[in-house]
């Protein structure tokens, strides 16, 4: 499997270049020129390991040069402050089935990737014989930055800074970030929201005489965004064990395909999905949910990318996003890997708000995938009535992946396909809005909330957040957007 831009498929990496780097020196991301393929003897293979061990046997034919026993020794250190079933599934009903994404460290979905990472990371510079130390930036709508954080702190070699919007994401996600106290890590505050974080991010990367800068003071620039393609591997394996927890259940006939349903703003998660359906993963219909800030709907429904819209500070606020980075490497997919084509409809994006597929691209994306939105009455209205119907909890943006889900049955009733939805975060990260949901007033700081919610559903306090109680935010820097650069240097001491 070779790598290669999505604008320009001479523009080649090998895994470990892909890793390191993150993104191609032309603003491209790294993808696959092949993908490897899964048969159903290697997914009933799969139904017998653990977790650890489905993980490495998925991720090795995407990361050529690295090989199984290796990976498996990242698996296990990666994935030890998980819980025996990382990713369990919780049935709504004979259909409807929700896989839980967030009992990583950080109870969200990105756990899985930013947990595995820091080990592909530091092993591809070994590979690449780079002793430079690795300086990670990376731009969150809430759960990536904590994620990456809690990765990435104290690993020997590489420094993490992460940017995110300025009362763009929720306090307690805030606090996940701003309480970290490991000297290897800086988390700034942006005055703008996502978009521009990522925008800023993704300006010094492209930025040659930044690079250089860096080098020169032995230092090398990557990514813990999922524009690296190391994030991307391990989301696709999930979806794997998703589909064999199915089967060991008896929740579904082996060899028969599954529904997914994944609530989405920068389009990785669904991404990983789409790969894995394509690697022979039986998955009959992708389902993409967005909340307002619904220019992925749009998308999929019109074949029009337009981001020229009001940009929406919602309650689920990790999918606040007009600027969806990896719809880049399916629309690579979507054009048979013509980098001149993709690199068109992105400069359309940049320069002039908006573009759109051929009306042949457009029929694939329709036939692949279905989309729906969910505004913040319809999010909370089905917290409360999944809550009272199933005594199922789920937080902001799950729910937005269960209305969308509920809409899709109802236009196409024949589709009895057992489905997952991709629960991405514990609804006691938006302790406030979980509450409104429920019909209950609480005052008192964000802890009294935590409280209170555990108190209601009978559901203890994830350690990760009641042990944020004691700390203090050490980071308070704020930021204005022409700011970034200066700020990554002031830290750097350069």
Known sequence: MNFVSTRDINKTANSAEAIAYGLANDGGLFAPLTLPNFSLEDIAYLSQKSYSELVAFVAEPFLPGFIYEELGAFTNCAYSNFPSNPAPIVSLDEKTHILELFHGPTLAFKDFALSLLPHLLTASLKKLNISKTAVILAATSGDTGSAAL????????????????????????????????????????IKGNFDDAQSGVKNIFSDFAVGAKLEEAGYILSSANSINWGRIVPQIAYYFSAYTNLVNTGKLTFGKPMNVVVPTGNFGNILAAYYA????????????????????????????YDRKRTFLATISP????????????????????????????????????????THEAHKVVEELIYAGYADDKATLAIIKETWQKYGYLSDTHTAVGIKVYREYIEKNSNDKTPTIIAATASPFKFADSTLEALGVSALGDDFEKLAKLSEISGIAIPKPLGNLMNKEECHKTLCNLNEMKSQLFDWLKL
Do not use: W
């Open 150 to 189: 809690e990765g990435f702190a104290n690993i020997s070699g590489a420094k993490i800074c992460v940017f995110y919007p300025q009362g763009g994401v929720s306090n307690i996600q805030r606090l996940q970030m701003t309480s970290k106290a490991e000297t290897n890590v800086k988390v700034i505050g």
């Open 277 to 304: 359906k394509k690697c022979g993963l039986p998955i009959h219909k992708l389902i993409c949910a967005s909340n307002s800030n619904n220019v992925l709907t749009n998308f999929i429904s019109t074949g029009v």
């Open 318 to 357: 990790s999918m606040d996003i007009l600027i969806s980075s990896n719809l880049e490497r399916f629309l690579f997919e979507l054009y048979n890997h013509d980098g001149e084509a993709v690199k068109t409809l992105i400069t359309a994006l940049a320069e002039e708000g908006r573009y759109k597929i």
